[in-house]
């Protein structure tokens, strides 16, 4: 009987001692990762010239196996609330998969160059107030088209992005001498040698469930359909990436770009 207490306790100690152990390289290997992302953080911020830290974060774990390799499996950059000269403000977010550190530290620098050996995603975002905003009707509501069948991320992308065509777009376009809430479709595209201007096209009047319901007169038609027809430059992806699609996500219009096999300085972060 008293073997087996003295057993039973050497058993104790030991599972606690590889208890300990584990835990202390687990903590220590996040912890190291909330420096490099505080340290990613502050290196974009200063680069990009921001007014705040982005929200960075180095994903995949173990984080200490990855620096050893000089390989970060995948890179997330985000900001919200940037100042834009055309929008007043947008959202800037880059996804980088595969991206090399050999020749930087694992602290990556302002200066710093990444290749990125995967893809690099790339994205603008702009809301309903500040298109609103720009295209003169404040009370906009920006929505994905009615009639997709949205995957588990939320839209026809990867990243939950509708498709450009036939988004709704519901407001009061008092501008056009219209005071009724209407419901638009509308198209987007790309347009421009540098591919940065936004293209919305309305195309007629929705009406049902989901929408406003509410028809506009053959008179005021051609003004109302005008009111949502625009073009907003200056959108510039992080990074210069060539826009490869554009739609809505929630209430927000979305451009993005994927490309891969590039090398990107953080100062490429903002361009606008």
Same mark, same amino acid.
């Given at each position: 009987?008293?073997?087996?207490?003295?057993?039973?306790?050497?058993?104790?100690g030991?599972?606690?001692?590889?208890?300990?152990?584990? !835990?202390?390289?687990?903590g220590?290997?996040?912890?190291?990762?909330?420096?490099?992302?505080?340290? #990613?953080?502050?290196?974009?911020?200063?680069?990009?010239? !921001?007014?705040?830290?982005?929200?960075?974060?180095? #994903?995949?774990?173990?984080?200490?196996?990855? &620096?050893?390799?000089?390989?970060?499996n995948?890179?997330?950059?985000?900001?919200?609330?940037? /100042?834009?000269?055309?929008?007043?403000?947008?959202?800037?977010? &880059?996804?980088?998969?595969?991206?090399?550190?050999?020749?930087?530290?694992?602290?990556?620098?302002? /200066?710093?160059?990444?290749?990125?050996?995967?893809? !690099?995603?790339?994205?603008?975002?702009? /809301?309903?107030?500040?298109?609103?905003?720009?295209?003169?009707?404040? /009370?906009?509501?920006?929505?994905?088209?009615s009639?997709?069948?949205?995957?588990?991320?939320?839209?026809?992308?990867?990243?939950?992005?509708?498709?450009?065509?036939?988004?709704?777009?519901?407001?009061?376009?008092?501008?056009?001498?219209?005071?009724?809430k209407?419901?638009?479709?509308?198209?987007?595209?790309?347009?421009?040698p540098?591919?940065?201007?936004?293209?919305?096209?309305?195309?007629?009047?929705?009406?049902?469930?989901?929408? &406003?319901d509410?028809?506009?007169?053959?008179?005021?038609?051609?003004?109302v359909l &005008?009111?949502?027809?625009?073009?907003?430059?200056?959108?510039?992806?992080?990074?210069?990436?060539?826009?490869?699609?554009?739609?809505?996500?929630?209430?927000?219009?979305?451009?993005?770009?994927?490309?891969?096999?590039?090398?990107?300085?953080?100062?490429?972060?903002?361009?606008?």
């Amino acid at each position: 009987m008293g073997q087996n207490v003295r057993v039973r306790k050497l058993l104790i100690g030991a599972i606690a001692t590889v208890t300990a152990v584990v !835990l202390g390289a687990v903590g220590a290997d996040f912890g190291a990762a909330i420096y490099a992302e505080y340290r #990613l953080a502050r290196s974009v911020r200063t680069a990009a010239n !921001l007014n705040f830290d982005p929200w960075a974060s180095i #994903l995949g774990f173990p984080f200490i196996t990855q &620096a050893r390799r000089h390989r970060y499996n995948e890179i997330e950059i985000k900001a919200s609330g940037v /100042d834009h000269p055309v929008v007043g403000k947008v959202g800037l977010e &880059a996804t980088l998969h595969s991206v090399d550190i050999a020749h930087t530290s694992w602290l990556i620098r302002p /200066d710093a160059k990444l290749p990125v050996i995967g893809e !690099l995603e790339s994205r603008i975002i702009i /809301d309903s107030t500040h298109v609103g905003r720009f295209m003169g009707i404040p /009370d906009l509501l920006v929505e994905a088209p009615s009639r997709e069948t949205n995957d588990a991320t939320g839209g026809t992308t990867e990243s939950g992005i509708s498709s450009n065509r036939g988004l709704v777009f519901t407001a009061t376009p008092k501008k056009a001498g219209y005071d009724k809430k209407v419901s638009i479709a509308v198209d987007l595209s790309i347009a421009g040698p540098d591919q940065t201007t936004l293209v919305f096209t309305a195309t007629g009047v929705l009406t049902g469930a989901g929408t &406003a319901d509410q028809q506009v007169p053959e008179d005021k038609l051609p003004a109302v359909l &005008a009111a949502f027809s625009t073009s907003l430059p200056g959108q510039k992806l992080p990074f210069g990436v060539r826009p490869t699609s554009e739609g809505a996500r929630g209430s927000d219009i979305i451009i993005e770009g994927i490309t891969t096999g590039v090398t990107i300085p953080l100062d490429g972060f903002r361009l606008s």
